[in-house]
């Protein structure tokens, strides 16, 4: 039976007894609903493959999509990643913030089953106090929008139960209203001298340009082959 827990998604005072729930359910492995800046997500420990496997299962997502990452800080999300001063540059400017940023994996992530890409990971720090306290009592989750593949992200309770039922352990959901931010923008820096957004979402390209220009670190932009 899955539990349901409402919690002011902006106010660090209320977030201890939520975030402590939440982790509690992900240490075992369960599925535990999340709401972020952008939209609700679903979350997972990314280093136990059971779990990872269950969130697949719930989403109905493609193995060959797979899992991001997130992290409470953006020290902690570049350490599961190999060094790159353009992440670094946007991170500092960006994160958190609605930016994934795609990269090689480090040792600390190398066995993670995210998917059927094992080399990379996309990591990203959420802009949200609740999510933010979630992911310090956890450690980073694997996290992706809650909605079954090839549907819209589901906005309020109805939706995310109608969507996951007893599949989601607990439910954390926003009050104050739904979380109605665009998805974040998806940057491949797996070449450091190219660059590619894999989707589009809040952050332009210009603003992404303006940041790597300005480090020093501005590689060559390149279209994603549809």
């Known amino acids: 039976m899955s539990e349901i827990l409402e919690a002011d998604p902006h106010d660090e005072s209320g977030a201890p007894r939520a975030a402590r729930a939440a982790a509690a359910a992900l240490r075992m492995g369960e599925l535990v609903v999340v709401p972020t800046e ?60 609605p930016l994934t940023i795609v990269l090689w994996r480090s040792a600390a992530s190398a066995s993670w089953d995210l998917g059927d890409e094992r080399d990379t990971i996309g990591v990203r720090v959420p802009d949200l106090a609740l999510t933010r306290a979630v992911l310090r009592e956890s450690g980073p989750l ?60 809040s952050l332009s390209r210009e603003r992404l340009h303006a940041v790597l220009a300005t480090s020093g670190h501005a590689p060559q932009w390149v279209d994603f082959p549809r």
């Open 38 to 97: 952008t939209v609700y997500g679903i979350a997972c420990r990314p280093d136990d493959p059971a779990a990872t496997a269950r969130l697949f299962e719930a989403k109905r997502r493609p193995r060959g999509l797979n899992l991001p990452v997130l992290a409470a800080t953006a020290q902690e999300a570049l350490a599961l990643a190999g060094p790159s001063a353009e992440a670094s540059a946007l991170a500092s400017a960006f994160w958190p913030g």
């Open 142 to 201: 694997g996290v992706t929008s809650a909605n079954r593949s090839g549907e819209e992200p589901a906005r309020d309770r109805d939706g995310l139960v109608d969507a996951f039922g007893d599949a989601v352990s607990l439910y954390l959901v926003a009050t104050g209203g739904s979380p109605t931010g665009a998805p974040s923008t998806v940057l491949d820096l797996t070449d450091s001298s190219r660059a590619r957004i894999l989707r589009s979402g």
